[in-house]
């Protein structure tokens, strides 16, 4: 059903855990439709030194999230801003059709936690493509 | 302990038994004539089928005259439901069944609707059961059938059929009972049991996919649901799949000997759950005294299903789950849902079904691995707190 590289991704997740009074924390998804993802960021001088997760959900959950926290570590906050979910499902090798909303959830979760800091810092900038609201426009109508 | 395969998803399939593959191989290697043809081929195939027959009516308690072969449990669920309903709808169009039924019952019961039929899905208790007075209270003068399964595939629970079945037999109304689950894992004499109807499937008892069996009455008028050249009485179009047939009467006469031993599955099955409900926030799905010999059904919180199955197969044990994720579906089981579990927990619950073949290492082997992949899992969840 998975790729190789979303197995290796979901059995060795990378950047699992929690950063203590994070830059930002973001925070998608709900239990009833069965995933949430929480995203924690340090942010210096614009650039994401560090990146920790924790997922709720299944195998394309927790590997698309791992996936994410890579391609975003290192990289400044504009750039983890434009990582889009489909360049997660490309880095994975893709992901069965039914999985693709995870993918979804990863990007949000990114731009969550990036909101989360800007409104820390009280910057005023606007996220494209993020409502910041996803009860509203996730996946799973409960 | 040491790495292991263990297959423990039985109520999904079961491994053909080799004396059962080998009396199959004999209609196909020897005796492989049409039992409609008239010369020697065809009367040794026939002979071998009305053996069949005989066997499997003596298994169940029935006479052979009254057993249909099916190529399915699905086809089976399908022939009596539709057969049933049609062939009483000039005398009513109520049909009442339960909201934990298979989906071949579900959905034939939901295209029947469709097609200008009523049906009531009856509730269930916290345990998944039905009860003879909830079946007694929702019959209505138009009522012609009650499809109630005998044993929920999810969570293992029995439902009382007998009950029911005098009930509906007070009442004048067909009882059919989905005992696709059942038979083979519990003592079942249909006669004794009372019910006009009852369905089982071959891959669920150690004999191949793509067989099933329906039992129906003598007396008991449905229409056909394969029209044909007459086959099973003319119940049933098709030349009869006797390689399927023979594997299926052998593999029944095998559980029904085995019966003894699913006290041993039952003492495993019981060790599994008081095992794993030792970990917090943690529970038993169905109930604990009328429940299948081989099924645990339990829910993690915090965590997901198709993750939790993930790990495990990964670790060589093969189980299932309810959650939304492993199927194509939003929702979590329709069965732990009309149990009354939050769609949250619901999404963390994980199905283990246990065989003859299964061992006690086997449920040692379950029991550390679970125990290793909910803690790893839980260690990952933003839900869950120490
Ligand atoms: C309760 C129940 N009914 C019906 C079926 C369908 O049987 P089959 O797979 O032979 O079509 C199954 C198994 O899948 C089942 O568990």
Redesign the interface.
């Known amino acids: 059903m998975y790729s190789e590289k979303v197995?290796d991704h979901?059995?060795n997740?990378r950047n699992?855990g929690e950063i203590e009074n994070a830059s930002g924390v973001g925070?998608v998804g709900n239990?009833?439709?069965?995933?949430?993802?929480?995203m924690f960021l340090k942010i210096e001088d614009g650039v994401i030194v560090d990146v920790k997760f924790?997922?709720?959900?299944?195998?394309?959950?927790?590997a698309t999230s791992s996936m994410a926290t890579e391609m975003i570590k290192g990289k400044t906050v504009d750039e983890a801003l434009a990582l889009t979910n489909k360049a997660v499902v490309e880095a994975l090798d893709g992901l069965p059709p039914?999985k693709i909303h995870c993918s979804v959830l990863a990007e949000e979760a990114v731009k969550s936690a990036v909101a989360d800091y800007y409104k820390k810092n009280g910057i005023e900038k606007e996220i494209p493509g993020f409502c910041g609201d996803c009860d509203s426009c996730s996946?799973?109508?409960? | 302990m040491e790495k292991r395969f263990v297959y423990a998803d039985n109520a999904a399939t079961t491994a053909p038994y080799p004396e059962v593959i080998d009396e199959m191989m004999i209609y196909l290697r020897e005796n492989w004539g049409n039992p409609s043809s008239i010369h020697k081929k065809g009367e040794e195939a026939k002979a071998a089928l009305d053996m069949c027959r005989e066997k499997v009516a003596s298994l169940l308690g029935c006479e052979a005259s009254e057993l249909v072969f099916t190529s399915c449990g699905t086809e089976a669920d399908n022939h009596a439901i539709r057969g049933a309903a049609y062939a009483n709808a000039a005398k009513g169009k109520h049909i009442i069944t339960t909201k934990v039924e298979h989906p071949a019952v579900l959905n034939t019961c939901k295209a029947l609707e469709k097609e200008g039929f009523r049906v009531t899905y009856l509730d269930v208790d916290s345990e998944g059961r039905v009860s003879a007075e909830d079946v007694e209270r929702a019959i209505c003068d138009d009522t012609v059938l009650v499809s109630v399964m005998y044993a929920n595939n999810e969570i293992g629970t029995i439902m009382p059929i007998k009950e029911i079945a005098a009930v509906c037999r007070a009442h004048g109304v067909l009882c059919m009972t989905d005992a696709v689950q059942a038979v083979g894992a519990v003592p079942i004499n249909v006669r004794e049991l009372g019910v006009d109807m009852l369905t089982a499937s071959g891959h669920k008892i150690h004999a191949p996919k793509g067989i099933g069996l329906l039992y129906i009455k003598k007396g008991t008028k449905i229409k056909n649901l394969i029209e044909g050249g007459g086959q099973e009485r003319g119940r049933r179009g098709g030349t009869e799949n006797l390689p399927y047939i023979a594997a299926f009467a052998k593999a029944l006469e095998i559980a029904v000997a085995k019966l003894p031993d699913m006290a041993r599955v039952e003492k495993m099955r019981d060790r599994l759950i008081a095992e794993l409900t030792k970990l917090p926030r943690t529970r038993v799905n169905g109930s604990l005294t009328h429940r299948l010999p081989g099924n645990a059904n339990i829910s993690f919180e915090?965590?997901?299903?198709?993750?939790i199955l993930?790990?495990m197969d990964?670790a060589g044990i093969c189980c299932s789950t309810g959650?939304?994720?492993?199927s194509?579906s939003?929702d979590?089981s329709h069965v732990l849902l009309a149990i009354g579990l939050?769609?949250?927990v619901a999404?963390g619950s994980v199905r283990i079904t246990l065989s003859h073949e299964n061992t006690e290492e086997d449920v040692d082997y379950i029991i550390e691995k679970l125990t290793e992949t909910v803690e790893r899992l839980r260690?990952?969840?933003?839900?869950w707190k120490e």
């Open positions: 197995m979901f059995a997740p699992v925070e239990a009833k439709c069965g995933d949430i993802m929480k924790k997922t709720f959900g299944c195998g394309a959950a927790v039914a996946h799973c109508h409960h | 915090c965590i997901e299903g198709e993750s993930l790990l990964m959650s939304a994720c492993s194509n939003l979590p939050p769609h949250e999404h260690k990952m969840s933003p839900l």
